[in-house]
Protein backbone atom coordinates (compact mmCIF):
# COMPACT_ATOMS: atom_id res chain seq x y z
CA UNK A 1 0.00 0.00 0.00
CA UNK A 2 2.85 2.39 0.61
CA UNK A 3 4.66 1.49 -2.69
CA UNK A 4 1.38 2.70 -4.47
CA UNK A 5 0.72 5.78 -3.05
CA UNK A 6 4.35 6.99 -3.35
CA UNK A 7 3.76 5.56 -7.02
CA UNK A 8 0.44 7.20 -7.21
CA UNK A 9 1.28 10.83 -5.68
CA UNK A 10 4.47 10.48 -8.10
CA UNK A 11 1.88 10.18 -11.24
CA UNK A 12 -0.08 12.96 -9.76
CA UNK A 13 3.16 15.56 -9.49
CA UNK A 14 4.12 14.61 -12.73
CA UNK A 15 0.62 15.17 -14.39
CA UNK A 16 -0.28 18.49 -12.57
CA UNK A 17 2.26 21.00 -13.43
CA UNK A 18 1.11 24.12 -12.22
CA UNK A 19 0.75 26.25 -14.70
CA UNK A 20 2.56 30.06 -14.79
CA UNK A 21 -0.55 31.85 -15.72
CA UNK A 22 -3.85 31.77 -13.91
CA UNK A 23 -5.19 28.46 -13.47
CA UNK A 24 -2.32 28.23 -10.90
CA UNK A 25 -5.02 28.10 -7.76
CA UNK A 26 -7.05 25.53 -9.82
CA UNK A 27 -3.52 22.82 -10.04
CA UNK A 28 -3.02 23.96 -6.34
CA UNK A 29 -6.05 23.01 -5.22
CA UNK A 30 -6.13 20.05 -7.32
CA UNK A 31 -2.58 19.27 -6.00
CA UNK A 32 -3.97 19.61 -2.64
CA UNK A 33 -6.32 17.37 -2.88
CA UNK A 34 -5.32 14.51 -4.64
CA UNK A 35 -1.38 14.07 -3.37
CA UNK A 36 -0.51 12.94 -0.09
CA UNK A 37 -3.05 11.15 2.22
CA UNK A 38 -5.64 8.63 1.37
CA UNK A 39 -5.59 4.95 1.98
CA UNK A 40 -4.86 4.49 -1.97
CA UNK A 41 -7.36 1.10 -1.91
CA UNK A 42 -8.55 1.80 -5.78
CA UNK A 43 -4.84 2.06 -7.04
CA UNK A 44 -4.22 -0.93 -4.71
CA UNK A 45 -6.92 -2.95 -6.46
CA UNK A 46 -6.08 -1.94 -9.40
CA UNK A 47 -1.97 -3.21 -9.31
CA UNK A 48 -3.44 -6.81 -7.61
CA UNK A 49 -5.78 -7.56 -10.01
CA UNK A 50 -3.51 -6.95 -12.65
CA UNK A 51 0.01 -8.50 -10.96
CA UNK A 52 -2.36 -12.33 -11.95
CA UNK A 53 -2.59 -11.37 -15.43
CA UNK A 54 1.34 -10.21 -15.78
CA UNK A 55 0.50 -6.36 -16.33
CA UNK A 56 3.43 -4.37 -15.94
CA UNK A 57 3.41 -2.39 -12.69
CA UNK A 58 3.46 0.78 -14.38
CA UNK A 59 0.87 0.49 -16.77
CA UNK A 60 -1.34 -0.58 -13.61
CA UNK A 61 -0.02 2.43 -11.59
CA UNK A 62 -1.29 4.73 -14.38
CA UNK A 63 -4.75 3.58 -14.35
CA UNK A 64 -5.16 3.11 -10.56
CA UNK A 65 -4.36 7.08 -10.66
CA UNK A 66 -7.09 7.56 -13.37
CA UNK A 67 -9.36 6.00 -10.98
CA UNK A 68 -7.89 7.52 -7.95
CA UNK A 69 -8.81 10.79 -9.60
CA UNK A 70 -12.01 10.12 -9.71
CA UNK A 71 -12.24 9.55 -6.18
CA UNK A 72 -10.55 12.50 -4.90
CA UNK A 73 -12.86 14.28 -7.34
CA UNK A 74 -16.15 12.60 -5.33
CA UNK A 75 -14.38 13.82 -2.29
CA UNK A 76 -13.61 17.06 -3.13
CA UNK A 77 -17.47 17.79 -4.52
CA UNK A 78 -18.46 15.63 -1.25
CA UNK A 79 -16.94 18.01 0.95
CA UNK A 80 -18.88 20.68 -0.39
CA UNK A 81 -21.14 22.93 1.57
CA UNK A 82 -24.15 22.01 -0.44
CA UNK A 83 -23.19 17.82 0.62
CA UNK A 84 -21.78 17.32 3.59
CA UNK A 85 -19.99 20.74 3.88
CA UNK A 86 -16.72 19.22 6.13
CA UNK A 87 -14.18 21.24 7.31
CA UNK A 88 -11.28 18.13 6.93
CA UNK A 89 -10.34 15.86 4.70
CA UNK A 90 -7.23 12.89 5.08
CA UNK A 91 -5.50 15.15 7.93
CA UNK A 92 -6.02 19.08 5.98
CA UNK A 93 -8.32 21.57 5.15
CA UNK A 94 -10.89 20.02 2.50
CA UNK A 95 -10.30 22.08 -1.11
CA UNK A 96 -12.82 24.98 -0.96
CA UNK A 97 -11.80 25.73 2.96
CA UNK A 98 -8.42 25.92 1.01
CA UNK A 99 -9.33 27.04 -2.31
CA UNK A 100 -12.67 28.38 -1.93
CA UNK A 101 -16.13 26.58 -2.90
CA UNK A 102 -15.74 27.69 -6.81
CA UNK A 103 -11.88 26.99 -7.43
CA UNK A 104 -12.68 23.56 -5.81
CA UNK A 105 -15.91 22.99 -7.81
CA UNK A 106 -13.51 23.09 -11.05
CA UNK A 107 -10.75 21.31 -9.25
CA UNK A 108 -13.05 18.65 -9.07
CA UNK A 109 -14.53 18.97 -12.51
CA UNK A 110 -10.72 18.81 -13.81
CA UNK A 111 -9.65 15.61 -12.29
CA UNK A 112 -12.87 14.05 -13.45
CA UNK A 113 -12.14 15.57 -17.19
CA UNK A 114 -8.80 14.45 -16.34
CA UNK A 115 -8.97 10.77 -15.74
CA UNK A 116 -10.59 9.94 -19.11
CA UNK A 117 -7.95 11.69 -20.81
CA UNK A 118 -5.24 9.79 -19.10
CA UNK A 119 -7.03 6.20 -19.85
CA UNK A 120 -6.79 7.63 -23.35
CA UNK A 121 -2.94 8.13 -23.22
CA UNK A 122 -1.37 5.14 -25.68
CA UNK A 123 0.99 5.12 -22.27
CA UNK A 124 -1.42 3.50 -20.64
CA UNK A 125 -1.83 0.59 -22.93
CA UNK A 126 -1.01 0.18 -26.75
CA UNK A 127 -3.81 -1.91 -27.28
CA UNK A 128 -6.55 1.01 -28.05
CA UNK A 129 -9.47 -1.62 -27.69
CA UNK A 130 -8.04 -2.49 -24.03
CA UNK A 131 -8.04 2.01 -23.49
CA UNK A 132 -11.83 2.49 -24.93
CA UNK A 133 -13.01 -0.27 -22.96
CA UNK A 134 -11.26 0.82 -19.60
CA UNK A 135 -12.84 4.16 -20.18
CA UNK A 136 -16.28 2.73 -20.59
CA UNK A 137 -15.89 0.99 -17.07
CA UNK A 138 -14.69 4.19 -15.54
CA UNK A 139 -17.54 6.16 -17.09
CA UNK A 140 -20.34 3.63 -16.14
CA UNK A 141 -19.03 3.27 -12.69
CA UNK A 142 -18.83 6.64 -11.54
CA UNK A 143 -21.69 7.67 -13.55
CA UNK A 144 -25.64 7.97 -12.58
CA UNK A 145 -25.69 4.08 -12.29
CA UNK A 146 -22.37 4.21 -10.16
CA UNK A 147 -20.98 6.68 -7.94
CA UNK A 148 -22.74 9.75 -8.32
CA UNK A 149 -26.18 8.09 -8.62
CA UNK A 150 -25.63 6.50 -5.08
CA UNK A 151 -24.42 9.80 -4.04
CA UNK A 152 -27.59 11.13 -5.19
CA UNK A 153 -29.27 8.49 -2.70
CA UNK A 154 -27.24 9.11 0.18
CA UNK A 155 -28.73 13.05 -0.13
CA UNK A 156 -31.78 11.71 -0.39
CA UNK A 157 -31.56 9.41 2.59
CA UNK A 158 -31.54 12.10 5.21
CA UNK A 159 -35.39 12.53 4.36
CA UNK A 160 -35.98 8.68 3.11
CA UNK A 161 -36.00 5.94 5.08
CA UNK A 162 -33.96 3.32 3.71
CA UNK A 163 -34.13 -0.24 4.34
CA UNK A 164 -31.76 -2.75 4.59
CA UNK A 165 -32.37 -3.69 0.77
CA UNK A 166 -31.68 -0.39 0.01
CA UNK A 167 -28.95 1.23 1.50
CA UNK A 168 -27.02 -1.79 -0.02
CA UNK A 169 -28.03 -0.90 -3.36
CA UNK A 170 -26.90 2.77 -2.44
CA UNK A 171 -23.67 1.76 -0.99
CA UNK A 172 -22.88 -0.34 -3.88
CA UNK A 173 -23.20 2.65 -6.42
CA UNK A 174 -22.00 5.23 -3.83
CA UNK A 175 -18.60 2.71 -2.49
CA UNK A 176 -18.75 0.15 -4.63
CA UNK A 177 -18.91 1.12 -7.76
CA UNK A 178 -15.03 2.36 -8.28
CA UNK A 179 -14.38 -0.69 -6.12
CA UNK A 180 -15.40 -3.08 -8.38
CA UNK A 181 -14.23 -1.21 -11.69
CA UNK A 182 -10.91 -0.84 -9.79
CA UNK A 183 -10.86 -4.91 -9.89
CA UNK A 184 -12.22 -5.15 -13.21
CA UNK A 185 -9.05 -2.69 -14.82
CA UNK A 186 -6.80 -4.93 -13.78
CA UNK A 187 -8.30 -7.81 -16.19
CA UNK A 188 -9.04 -5.80 -18.80
CA UNK A 189 -5.46 -4.75 -18.91
CA UNK A 190 -4.93 -8.59 -18.47
CA UNK A 191 -6.90 -9.17 -21.61
CA UNK A 192 -9.30 -11.40 -19.57
CA UNK A 193 -12.89 -11.33 -21.21
CA UNK A 194 -15.81 -10.77 -19.30
CA UNK A 195 -16.44 -14.39 -18.89
CA UNK A 196 -13.56 -14.88 -17.77
CA UNK A 197 -13.95 -12.10 -14.43
CA UNK A 198 -16.38 -13.80 -12.68
CA UNK A 199 -14.41 -14.54 -9.51
CA UNK A 200 -13.15 -11.40 -9.59
CA UNK A 201 -16.10 -9.53 -9.89
CA UNK A 202 -17.55 -11.74 -6.88
CA UNK A 203 -14.62 -10.78 -4.74
CA UNK A 204 -14.66 -6.93 -5.58
CA UNK A 205 -18.44 -7.28 -4.78
CA UNK A 206 -18.48 -8.45 -1.50
CA UNK A 207 -15.21 -6.68 -0.75
CA UNK A 208 -17.03 -3.14 -1.49
CA UNK A 209 -20.04 -4.10 0.67
CA UNK A 210 -17.61 -5.04 3.81
CA UNK A 211 -15.47 -1.56 3.16
CA UNK A 212 -18.54 0.32 3.82
CA UNK A 213 -19.65 -1.74 6.54
CA UNK A 214 -16.03 -1.10 8.23
CA UNK A 215 -16.70 2.68 6.96
CA UNK A 216 -20.18 2.79 9.10
CA UNK A 217 -18.41 1.12 12.38
CA UNK A 218 -15.50 3.50 12.06
CA UNK A 219 -17.84 6.26 11.38
CA UNK A 220 -19.70 4.93 14.87
CA UNK A 221 -16.56 4.40 16.75
CA UNK A 222 -13.30 5.57 15.02
CA UNK A 223 -11.18 8.51 16.25
CA UNK A 224 -11.21 11.24 14.31
CA UNK A 225 -7.11 12.08 14.66
CA UNK A 226 -6.23 8.77 13.03
CA UNK A 227 -9.67 8.82 10.27
CA UNK A 228 -8.25 12.67 9.19
CA UNK A 229 -12.10 13.64 9.00
CA UNK A 230 -14.63 14.14 10.80
CA UNK A 231 -17.00 11.29 12.01
CA UNK A 232 -20.24 10.69 13.56
CA UNK A 233 -22.04 13.15 10.91
CA UNK A 234 -24.32 9.71 9.46
CA UNK A 235 -25.76 9.40 13.52
CA UNK A 236 -25.80 13.16 13.21
CA UNK A 237 -27.99 13.35 10.27
CA UNK A 238 -30.14 10.59 11.57
CA UNK A 239 -29.12 8.66 8.17
CA UNK A 240 -29.71 4.61 7.89
CA UNK A 241 -26.82 3.21 7.60
CA UNK A 242 -25.53 -0.68 7.88
CA UNK A 243 -25.07 -0.01 11.80
CA UNK A 244 -28.07 1.73 11.89
CA UNK A 245 -29.52 -0.92 10.38
CA UNK A 246 -28.38 -4.17 11.81
CA UNK A 247 -26.13 -2.92 15.21
CA UNK A 248 -22.50 -3.08 15.79
CA UNK A 249 -22.74 -6.99 16.54
CA UNK A 250 -24.18 -7.80 13.55
CA UNK A 251 -22.75 -5.32 11.27
CA UNK A 252 -19.14 -6.61 12.54
CA UNK A 253 -20.42 -10.40 11.89
CA UNK A 254 -21.67 -9.14 8.70
CA UNK A 255 -18.31 -7.73 7.57
CA UNK A 256 -16.38 -10.97 8.46
CA UNK A 257 -18.61 -13.20 6.58
CA UNK A 258 -18.55 -10.69 3.57
CA UNK A 259 -14.95 -10.53 3.49
CA UNK A 260 -14.69 -14.14 3.95
CA UNK A 261 -17.06 -14.70 0.83
CA UNK A 262 -14.67 -12.39 -1.13
CA UNK A 263 -11.85 -14.28 -0.35
CA UNK A 264 -13.62 -17.34 -1.30
CA UNK A 265 -14.27 -15.76 -4.74
CA UNK A 266 -10.50 -15.94 -5.60
CA UNK A 267 -10.14 -20.12 -5.08
CA UNK A 268 -9.17 -20.35 -8.27
CA UNK A 269 -6.41 -18.64 -7.95
CA UNK A 270 -2.98 -19.15 -6.04
CA UNK A 271 -0.58 -17.22 -4.13
CA UNK A 272 -0.23 -14.74 -6.80
CA UNK A 273 -3.83 -13.36 -5.58
CA UNK A 274 -2.47 -12.96 -1.97
CA UNK A 275 -2.70 -9.53 -2.41
CA UNK A 276 -6.03 -9.24 -3.08
CA UNK A 277 -6.81 -12.01 -0.09
CA UNK A 278 -4.51 -9.11 2.26
CA UNK A 279 -6.65 -6.19 1.16
CA UNK A 280 -9.83 -7.88 2.35
CA UNK A 281 -8.37 -8.49 5.76
CA UNK A 282 -7.22 -5.20 5.81
CA UNK A 283 -10.61 -4.07 5.21
CA UNK A 284 -11.60 -6.06 8.73
CA UNK A 285 -8.64 -4.42 10.52
CA UNK A 286 -8.00 -0.79 9.32
CA UNK A 287 -8.77 2.03 11.57
CA UNK A 288 -9.07 4.54 9.09
Do not use: N
Not at 175 to 182: D, K, N, P, Q
Amino acid sequence: MAAIAAAVDRHFDALLPVPDDARADLYRCMRHAAIGGGKRLRPLLVAAAADLHGVDREASERVGTAIEAIHVYSLIHDDLPAMDDDDLRRGKPTAHKAYGEATAILAGDCLHALAFEWLADADVHPDPFVRAELVAALARASGPAGMAGGQAMDLAAAATPFDLTGITRLQQMKTGALIAVSVEAGAILGHVPPEGRTGLRGYAHDLGLAFQIADDLLDAEGDEDAAGKRLRKDADARKATFLSLLGPERARAQCRMLTEQAVEHLHAYGEEADLLRAIAAYVVERDR
